[in-house]
């Protein structure tokens, strides 16, 4: 493997857990509030699809390649 073959290769694809508390849309508003589903769909969405649209986009290379790894973590909001 050349020099520059070595550095094209995708060996780890890491995703840190996104916080949907504190300083998003959704945090500081009633529960009641209307804009609460659609403050909270945006946050989901951009959790749940940016970790979907990452491992799309590195798959294909890491399978020509012949390996990697992706992790994707969660965060502790489920926790509170």
Known sequence: ???NERF???EKCVKGGDDLGK???HAQLPLEDPKMEA???VDLQSALFGSLQMMQ???PHM???GGGAII???SDFGFR
Do not use: D, T
């Open 57 to 59: 986009a590195a798959f």
């Open 39 to 41: 403050n909270c769909k």
């Open 63 to 65: 399978v020509a390649q």
């Open 8 to 10: 094209n290769l995708i």
């Open 1 to 3: 493997m050349s020099e």
């Open 23 to 25: 300083g998003h849309s």
């Open 72 to 74: 994707n973590s969660g």
